[in-house]
């Protein structure tokens, strides 16, 4: 296997590098006194014309739709071109919309690439890739462990040429957000189907269809993540046309299995950039700050735990490439392992060494003057989202098992 970078990424990663160095980090502090202002007039869910403002030029500049591989839409990028450069838009807490390589609405973008009806995909997927919507992904629900989702209770019932919905989902990213339009809802639609796996659907539900209301935003950590949020929704006989079903009744699994690979990794590539922000946020002040006469950088435990974050992101870059090469090779239900492998490693390494660099910083870095609190908060949540750790250890296992005959 060979993951030296081509030179049309390698000129995409000069690219890429350079807008985040000229106008994305600088305007970090541009867009949280946005969102401010916007908190401190009662509605942070609002529009941010930073991010805006961004996008227009990431656009103009060909640096739009990366994400997408095996697809006639994007820049034609495998999942091993795309690792290191989602790796770079991932040190900015705001790195990644501005490319229109945001989650949910990637997973839900190559969804409609995969599974949409060209019907479909005119209504939703085009305003998404232009970045004039954004969407959410309504699966997990409060009322069950939904880390085991044939436990979802929500219930897809047909009714003459309509499907009639029913449900309460919440930890839906971006459903507080006005530019959400449209949300993929995962549900039953044959509850008594003795394959499990055949029970569950997904369909399209537009946003402003009579009995979606959302409820609440959820903070994490007590951030918002305005614009965005995490919302929990209520689904009360919502009516939507037939013709929005995914794929058809009982694939709901299926869908899923092709959603959350690419995601999963997606997640995984953005945490290994926001740990290299990290680690360059640890070596800039041990190198700055004293301490009982000497420089931190002087200082025994310093350089240990600057070199151990060296090895654990070098350690999680090349599983995550090894997982991309896998997924272009042989599919991603082929490489369902190392997906795993890496969705474990990436946000345990990333914790770390945010950890240690937030001990360097000290008490500043509990509040957002370093923006190491925001980053751990965010990188916690990994290891629930798209599947809990222990899920994705027991699918390691069993595949390592199955590699044995049985006694």
Sequence with gaps: MDFSYSPKVQDLQRRVSAFMDEQVYPAEAA??????????????FQVSQTLEALKRKARAAGLWNLFLPESKYGAGLTNLEYAPLAEIMGRSPIGSEPFNC???????????V???TPQQQERWLEPLLAGEIRSGFAMTEPAVASSDATNIEA????DGDDYIVNGRKWWTSGGNDPRCKVLIFMGKTDASNADRHR???MILVPMDTPGVKVLRHLPVFGYDNAPEGHAEIDFENVRVPAANMLLGEGRGFEIAQGRLGPGRIHHCMRTIGRAERALERMCRRALERTAFGRKLSDQGVTRERIAQSRILIDQARWLVLHAAWKMDRVGNKAAKQEIAMIKVAAP????QVIDWAMQLHGGGSVCEDFGLARAYASTRTLRF??????????????LELARYPAA
């Design 31 to 44: 867009f949280e006194e946005e969102m401010d202002h916007h908190r401190a007039a009662g509605n942070a």
């Design 385 to 398: 989202a798209d599947g809990p750790d222990e899920v994705h250890r027991n699918a390691i296992a069993k």
């Design 155 to 158: 219930r897809i019932e047909r």
């Design 348 to 351: 345990a390494m990333a914790l």
């Design 114 to 116: 995969r599974y949409a």
């Design 102 to 112: 945001s989650a949910p609405d990637t997973g839900n973008m190559e969804t409609l």
């Design 199 to 201: 029970q569950q659907s």
